[in-house]
Nanobody, 128 residues
Framework: QVQLVESGGGSVQAGGSLRVSCAKFGYTTRFTCMGWFRQAPGKEREGVAQIDDYDRTKYADSVKGRFTISQDNAKNTLYLQMNNLKPEDTAVYYC??????????????????????WGQGTQVTVSS
């Protein structure tokens, strides 16, 4: 049974940095895509960053140049390094995984529905 477990969230002042991690358990074949999504109170879940099995990455315009997605396959862990954080980055951050071919960066999609596996989320709070 696939399980994704996030860690590393917390509270930080604007301009600070955090790294969230997602440990992957129970999978037998490599995922086509891994991604980070976030959801703020009263807002829809939005894609933040994705990485596919060709190691192509994609970022939301709001985080480009500040966030970096990466994965360590030896450690079965996905990361999101977040620098120069802003109050508007405050949200619950979710790790997600997919075996769908449609999630590949080349298709230009940013659809949470393409991802079938989700972690429980980790809170990131940025104060001004």
């Amino acid at each position: 049974q696939v399980q994704l477990v996030e860690s590393g969230g917390g509270s930080v002042q604007a301009g600070g940095s955090l790294r969230v991690s997602c440990a992957k358990f129970g999978y037998t074949t490599r995922f086509t895509c891994m991604g980070w999504f976030r959801q703020a109170p009263g807002k829809e879940r939005e894609g933040v960053a994705q990485i596919d099995d060709y190691d192509r990455t994609k970022y939301a315009d709001s985080v480009k140049g500040r966030f970096t997605i990466s994965q360590d396959n030896a450690k079965n862990t996905l990361y999101l390094q977040m620098n120069n954080l802003k109050p508007e980055d405050t949200a619950v951050y979710y790790c997600a995984a997919s075996y769908s071919l449609l999630c590949r960066v080349a298709y230009g999609r940013n659809n949470p529905g393409d991802f079938g596996y989700w972690g429980q989320g980790t809170q990131v709070t940025v104060s001004s």
